[in-house]
């Protein structure tokens, strides 16, 4: 919902409809359909970015509309994800940090920020992600949510949850 905020606030030129998708889809890898499927990928977010791709290609969109796409999911969780790695992943990786755990929440105005809070509240979005994160992160030691939940991952959603 603040990536295209956050587009126009640094003036980020972004494709829409894959930003869109790449929103929607970007926790794809964590779905039973998806997740540990794949032996040769150690993350979620790799396995959604590859699951994304597939999908994109069945619906006649462009090789490079396709490979985007995947690496804005599967860059997500990395600790920073700049602009020359595509402007939907930037955003993506920008929007994704803000709502877990609030990364940079005072570049956008309160006012903004209450209001998508009142039309999308997180109910019990951090304690699912919370219990996910750590529960992939036991599944696959050498994945990135195991490297972030190490970091202390699930203590910064807690303390984003308890300052909202």
């Known amino acids: 919902m603040l990536g295209p ?4 606030l ?13 929103c929607v889809l970007h926790d794809l890898g964590l779905v039973a359909a998806h997740n ?27 090789p490079e509309r396709c490979d985007r796409l995947a690496d804005a999911i599967s860059l997500h969780l990395n600790v ?3 602009l020359r790695q595509g402007a939907e ?19 956008l105005h309160a006012n903004t920020r209450r209001a998508v809070q009142r039309q999308y509240p997180r109910l019990d ?20 949510a195991a490297w972030l939940v190490g970091l202390g991952f ?3 959603v807690a303390s984003h949850q308890r300052r909202q």
Not at 10 to 22: K, M, N, P, T, W
Not at 125 to 139: F, G, I, N, Y
């Open 89 to 107: 992943a930037h955003l993506l990786h920008e929007r994704t940090t803000l709502g877990m755990v609030g990364a940079r929440g005072r570049e």
């Open 36 to 62: 540990g499927l794949d032996g040769s990928r150690t993350c979620f977010a790799e396995e959604g970015g590859r699951a994304a791709h597939a999908y994109a290609l069945q619906h006649q969109q462009t």
């Open 125 to 144: 979005l951090a304690e699912q992600m919370q219990a996910t994160m750590q529960d992939h992160a036991l599944r696959r030691p050498t994945s990135r």
């Open 5 to 8: 905020s956050t587009g126009q």
């Open 10 to 22: 640094h003036q980020i030129r972004v494709d829409d409809g894959l930003f869109f998708s790449a």
């Open 80 to 82: 920073r994800v700049g």
């Open 154 to 156: 699930n203590g910064m």
